[in-house]
């Protein structure tokens, strides 16, 4: 799980382009997160995780836990790469029963190095989440 965190973390530092304050599609969603943590507001990037969690005390601490991972991590590495200029989605596959769906992405870097990757959304109360496993 760690690895895959400090990857989330990773994936969505520094997007410079906002979207709309409710996005309706999981990519729009994904790079709405994304904005907010190239703002360095790691609180509102955590809201987008799905942690699916029961005991609120628990549920605080693992958010807690996961923006100082990714305050600490994420833009340490990002800086490495001379910052994140722009994400680009390239494609949503979208489940049958539309409550989840695979987004797959591009993170182009300031140093010129473009990274494709995936993140699975997942749709919890009309609001499209990443979802970070357990």
């Not at 729009?28 to 969690?53: P, R, T």
Request: some cysteine; glycine content about 8%.
């Amino acid at each position: 799980m760690m690895k895959q965190l400090i990857r989330l973390g990773l994936m969505l530092v520094a997007v410079l382009a906002m979207v709309s304050c409710t996005p309706s599609t999981p990519g729009a969603a994904l790079k709405n997160y994304m904005s907010a943590l190239s703002d360095k507001d790691y609180e509102k990037f955590i809201d987008g995780c799905n942690i699916s969690e029961a005991d609120s005390d628990k549920a605080k601490e693992i958010r807690e836990g996961l923006i100082a991972m990714i305050q600490e991590k994420g833009s340490k590495t990002i800086e490495k790469k001379g910052g994140l200029k722009e994400i680009e989605i390239v494609s949503e596959e979208m489940a049958e029963d539309g409550n989840s769906a695979i987004v797959t992405y591009k993170q182009h870097y300031g140093d010129g190095s473009v990274k494709e990757d995936t993140q699975k959304m997942i749709k919890v109360d009309g609001k499209w989440l990443m979802d970070i496993g357990k």
